[in-house]
């Protein structure tokens, strides 16, 4: 936000501004209006990375302008409407269906030139004629039962699609309220550039939380963990192997949103290693990483710990805030995702794959027959199957086929 209050357009002091039908633009704002813009337009900016805060905006802006109610789309190119990208103020929520019907219908000026609504906020007048407004639907059905005043609203599209609107804010007057008048025009006009700036930041933030949300669910099916950190060695991004690791608190664990061994000496190597990883400038050859190892209270055998720095992502992008991966292994996790996978792979059947899957984790074959409460015949007769359908000699050869294939990429969870 910071950044952004040194770089938005200047707001304009005496730049003339279009006439509208009906309220007459004033030459420019007045230093006191100017310090009014401003203050919306830090607010706008704060609602492009917080959208909640498009309630507070709207609800100055309609202060500003006699207690106008105020509607605000923000919806995206190619993108199912999202709650996150409307937003009002002083319109009662049981009409957004309503409104929604007539937009869907069409808005009276929906098929007339844009061009009158875009770079200013122009009124509706200028397109329809006034007492056409009476017998419209909007007006009837949308308008007067919430006490709007019976004239057409001003509009301002802040971006179209295929020359279809796409994003762009309406204002309803209040009957019996002031009348919208040429500072208000005028103030109004002056936040048209930070409304586009704010849209096109909104819509880098929206990809940007896909392109995170396609990250995720790709690292979601690795089985090792991986935790992303950002150059203080915080974590930004988990996957959920690290997660069911971190759960465990069985000698690795986060404090203060860092990487964190319940073993002192080991936490220090973890650390300076970091402290290395992150001062790297990786290259694009094959990154070395860091390697610890991590006993556990419990007994259990230990983790294994990876640290690779990662090259830098485009500026000011969500991959340019991180800046090492951390990858945690724990060999008491099932090596095999799902059986399922081993039976489309290499024809098998469930128990053929079962038994794959039990023996890449570890087992021996009377461990494997035990278990599946069968004989030792049977598991050999299985397992020379097995060793047919896969091409394979010995057990070490089979495991290593396994695990060197996708069998190891795990299903999706309802909570991923």
């Given at each position: 936000?910071?950044?952004?209050r040194?770089t ?7 730049s003339?501004?279009?006439g509208?039908r009906?309220c007459?633009?004033?030459?420019g704002l007045?230093?006191r ?8 337009v ?24 006699g ?14 409407p999202?709650?996150?990208d ?5 319109i009662?929520e ?22 009158v ?6 009124s ?15 007006y ?6 919430q006490?709007?005043?019976p ?14 609107p ?8 209040r ?23 704010a ?8 990809q940007a ?5 396609v990250l995720?669910?790709?690292?979601n ?11 203080e060695?915080?974590v930004v991004?988990?996957?959920?192997s690290?997660?069911?690791i ?5 000698g690795?664990?986060l ?28 290259s ?6 860091e390697v610890v190892a991590?006993?556990?209270p419990?007994?259990?055998r230990?983790?294994?710990?990876m ?7 485009a ?10 991966i ?9 090596q ?13 059947t ?12 570890g087992?021996?074959l009377?461990?494997v027959a035990?278990e ?12 020379k ?10 057990q070490?050869?089979l ?16 909570s991923d």
């Amino acid at each position: 936000i910071s950044r952004l209050r040194n770089t938005h357009d200047p707001l304009p002091y005496t730049s003339s501004v279009r006439g509208a039908r009906g309220c007459g633009r004033g030459a420019g704002l007045t230093m006191r209006d100017h310090a009014r813009a401003l203050q919306l337009v830090e607010q706008i900016y704060r609602a492009t990375v917080e959208p909640a805060a498009w309630d507070s905006v709207l609800r100055a802006l309609s202060e500003e302008l006699g207690g106008a109610a105020i509607q605000i789309s923000l919806r995206l190119p190619d993108e199912e409407p999202s709650p996150d990208d409307f937003h009002s103020f002083g319109i009662d929520e049981s009409y957004h269906p309503v409104f929604l019907k007539l937009t869907l219908e069409g808005l009276p000026w929906g098929s007339l030139d844009h061009s009158v609504f875009r770079g200013r906020f122009g009124s509706a007048s200028e397109l329809l004629l006034d007492q056409d407004i009476d017998d419209s639907a909007l007006y009837l059905d949308f308008m007067r039962p919430q006490g709007l005043a019976p004239e057409w609203p001003l509009c301002h599209l802040i971006a179209l699609q295929d020359g279809r609107p796409m994003s762009g804010i309406v204002i309803y007057p209040r009957e019996g309220g002031r009348r919208i008048d040429s500072d208000d025009l005028a103030l109004l006009d002056s936040l048209v550039p930070h409304l586009a700036r704010a849209y096109s930041i909104h819509r880098e933030l929206r990809q940007a939380r896909h392109e995170t949300d396609v990250l995720k669910m790709a690292i979601n099916r690795l089985p090792t963990g991986v935790l992303l950190l950002d150059a203080e060695g915080r974590v930004v991004l988990t996957n959920t192997s690290a997660n069911d690791i971190l759960a465990q608190d069985d000698g690795f664990s986060l404090r203060r949103g860092q990487p964190w061994l319940s073993d002192e000496r080991r936490n220090r190597a973890l650390h300076e290693a970091l402290e290395a990883c992150l001062e790297q400038v990786p290259s694009r050859g094959r990154p070395v990483g860091e390697v610890v190892a991590v006993p556990r209270p419990s007994g259990r055998r230990g983790f294994s710990i990876m640290l690779i720095p990662l090259l830098a992502g485009a500026p000011g992008s969500r991959e340019d805030e991180m800046k090492a991966i951390l990858f945690v292994a724990d060999p008491e996790i099932g090596q095999v995702g799902t059986t399922e996978v081993l039976e489309s792979l290499y024809d098998l059947t469930h128990a053929e794959a079962d038994l794959v899957r039990l023996i890449a984790e570890g087992h021996s074959l009377d461990q494997v027959a035990g278990e599946r409460g069968v004989t030792m015949n049977t598991v050999r007769s299985q397992l020379k199957q097995v060793f047919s359908k896969t091409d394979t000699c010995r057990q070490g050869e089979l495991v290593h086929l396994v695990l060197a294939g996708v069998a190891r990429i795990r299903g999706e969870r309802r909570s991923d």
